[in-house]
């Protein structure tokens, strides 16, 4: 992708100025709003390729301009949030949001967000709706056949590890939530049901990583959920 266009959305101009520095440096286009309703504004009429967005807005919150986005794009959203409490975060992942950086965040933190980002957008558009086979890395998924193999060889799964690996897998690129996770597997969400959660991702990763303990494929966001990332 040449040059993709990154549509900044925050008030705060210290942290706006730092993140269209950063931008400039590394030949991303900009494009900026100081408020949400700007935001949709830009983001409908300009169609960028990522959108960073504060979740504190002064006209509204955050979270509402995700609603209002998803309404008729998927374009990729990274929000910002300046709160250490992951319930805002969560919030947002589960109305839309791809990703998140959390205040005071550095400028090789917000570049490796966007490349993630950026990879995703890559991957969305290199694959057909109706594609039934998912390559990563060594790591491959016939969808069709429900068959995963690892450089070759064909995985045996559970059920429960196969779902969890498809969902990450069709999401690469996405944080996705541990309340979503455990209603797209199991149909609701109860308090054990992370508890298994991470019971079925240790199993499933000594299956697919080579080192289990420092994963490549899968990453976690400790309170919040889990990624697949693109492997090279
Ligand atoms: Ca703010």
Redesign the pocket.
């Known amino acids: 992708m040449n040059n993709p266009v990154v549509l900044v959305v925050?008030?705060?101009t210290p942290?706006r100025n730092l993140i269209i520095t950063t931008l400039k440096t590394h030949e991303y286009k900009y494009l900026s709003a100081k408020n949400g309703a700007e935001a949709v504004m830009m983001a409908s009429s300009h169609n960028p390729d990522v959108v960073f967005l504060?979740?504190?807005?002064?006209d509204m919150n955050g979270i509402d301009v995700i609603r209002q986005i998803r309404s008729w794009s998927n374009m990729p959203i990274i929000v910002i949030s300046?709160r250490s409490d992951d319930a805002d975060k969560i919030e947002a992942l589960d109305a839309g949001a791809d990703d998140y950086l959390t205040k005071p965040f550095s400028v090789e933190e917000l570049l490796a967000r966007l490349r993630v980002t950026l990879r995703r957008l890559a991957l969305m558009n290199s694959t057909s709706a109706d594609q039934s086979v998912y390559t990563n890395g060594k790591l491959s998924i016939d969808f069709s056949a429900g068959v995963t193999y690892l450089d070759g060889a064909e995985l045996k799964l559970t059920s429960i590890e196969y779902k969890l690996l498809s969902l990450l897998a069709r999401n690469t690129g996405k944080v996705l939530t541990h309340t979503y996770i455990t209603q797209q597997i199991w149909g609701r969400t109860w308090e054990n049901d992370v508890a298994s959660l991470r019971v079925y991702m240790t199993t499933l990763r000594k299956k697919i990583e080579s080192d289990p303990s420092s994963p490549k494929y899968i990453q976690t966001h400790i309170g919040i959920g889990y990624r697949m990332l693109k492997v090279d």
């Open positions: 925050e008030d705060d942290v504060d979740l504190g807005l002064p300046a």
